[in-house]
């Protein structure tokens, strides 16, 4: 049958954590249940020790998903976590292969970007393949073992550390977050706060507002808006001019009322 996305046993649902409290393990044992029905293996995050286990290489699923087995029985102290990212989810309606449009598919569809890499001991930072949601919807591991946000920073599509990875270290970087589309504010939406500075040119402007070929300038009777004239720059006004009582107008510079 058609369908979008994963196969539908496979659909991402709800985030759901695995009961793992009835897990005894005795360096021999290697399938425990999982409680409900799983989908798919790479759904699940499971943790040894704190150590992020890869699926299928680590664990596989067995039962129609229903059991955990790992390929190597956990010791006896170890520690366990584990969390399903979706149950398994049906189909409501069956739609023939092409008949869905973009304009069918949610705005907010989520998409998994994954980055892998093998540390040569040199480098600090590294550029990852997409553009990551955010750093709070990043997944970072070295070596298995899960990174605290504090542990690293993320400028763009550059993660760094404060220090070099060691050499044959294994980086993996998972955006469990939305995948970063296209926005278009509302007319007059944009304040002036959200503008960074010099991001307005003259060839920006309304022509309304510059004379390109007569030498006359024009500005309005009132200033209703404060604002600052650094020590680098000149400034200057034709009176009369009023200043609203509110208004500051700092002067570090040199400002002329002509």
């Not at 304009?103 to 001991?121: C, H, M, V, W, Y």
């Not at 480098?123 to 393949?129: K, N």
């Not at 050499?167 to 589309?181: I, N, P, Q, T």
């Not at 034709?238 to 510079?253: A, H, L, M, Q, R």
Request: net charge negative; hydrophobic share 40%; glycine share 8%.
């Amino acid at each position: 049958m058609a369908y979008v996305g994963r196969d539908p046993q496979t659909v991402f649902g709800e985030y759901k954590k695995i009961d793992v409290s009835g897990w005894s393990f005795d360096s021999s044992t290697t399938t425990f249940p999982a409680g409900f029905q799983i989908g798919d293996v790479n759904q699940v995050m499971l943790s040894i020790n704190g150590i992020i286990q890869e699926p299928t290489t680590d664990f596989l699923l067995t039962a129609g998903g229903t059991n955990i087995v790992f390929t190597s029985a956990p010791e006896t102290d170890d520690s366990c976590f584990a969390i399903v990212a979706g149950n398994v989810a049906g189909v409501a309606q069956k739609h023939a292969i092409g008949s869905v449009t973009a304009d069918a598919l949610s705005a907010n569809l989520k998409t998994f970007d994954e980055f892998r890499i093998q540390a040569d001991g040199t480098d600090d930072s590294y550029t990852i393949s997409y553009t990551p949601s955010s750093k709070g919807s990043l997944l970072v591991t070295i070596d298995g073992v899960v990174q605290a946000s504090a542990n690293f920073s993320l400028v763009g599509r550059s993660i760094s550390f404060d220090s070099n990875l060691d050499s044959g270290a294994f980086l993996r970087v998972v955006d469990y977050g939305h995948k970063a589309g296209v926005f278009v504010p509302v007319d007059g939406s944009v304040t002036q706060g959200k503008l960074a500075d010099d991001a307005v040119q003259v060839q920006n402007l309304d022509s309304s507002l510059v004379y390109t070929n007569i030498p006359i300038r024009v500005n309005t009777q009132n200033i209703s808006v404060p604002f600052t004239i650094d020590s680098s720059k000149n400034a200057s006004v034709i009176g009369p001019i009023t200043v609203d009582s509110n208004v500051t107008i700092t002067v570090n510079g040199n400002f002329t009322v002509i």
